[in-house]
């Protein structure tokens, strides 16, 4: 059960294109949104339909996988572990944030092709 500490499995669409960055460090950076979609009765029996939004980091090989292959509107599954952050803003306002760090992407649905399936890729 050691193997399940802080691991995020989503299946979901890209909500922009991967914005990507290269550092003064020489690593590559990803960042982009998910939307996972899940559905549940109201008290009246009607069926709602949710999304949620997570935030998603992926780091060098893996980064510059999303460039090549991931935009806006692609269906993937990922794996990664949830990481939080705090920041000031340049008001001064202590910041949250909610990251998950992807480990592995896999393309199953292009946003050109829904119905080609791309490669997987781990970090």
């Given amino acids: 059960m050691s193997s399940l500490r802080n691991r995020v499995q989503l299946i979901g669409n890209l909500g922009q294109d991967p914005e990507v960055k290269k550092l003064e460090s020489g690593k590559t950076v990803s960042h982009f949104t998910l939307a996972t979609d899940d559905s549940y009765k109201n008290t009246d029996g009607q069926k709602v339909n949710e999304a949620t939004w997570h935030n998603i980091v992926a780091w060098n090989g893996l980064a510059e996988y999303t460039a090549k292959y991931l935009k806006k509107g692609c269906q993937v599954i990922l794996e990664g572990r949830l990481t939080y952050r705090s920041y000031e803003d340049k008001k001064g306002v202590t910041k949250n944030v909610t990251e998950i760090v992807a480990a592995d992407i896999s ?16 970090a």
């Avoid at 393309?107 to 092709?113: G, R, W």
């Fill in 107 to 122: 393309l199953l649905k292009s946003a050109k092709d829904p119905s080609k399936v791309e490669q997987e890729v781990s």
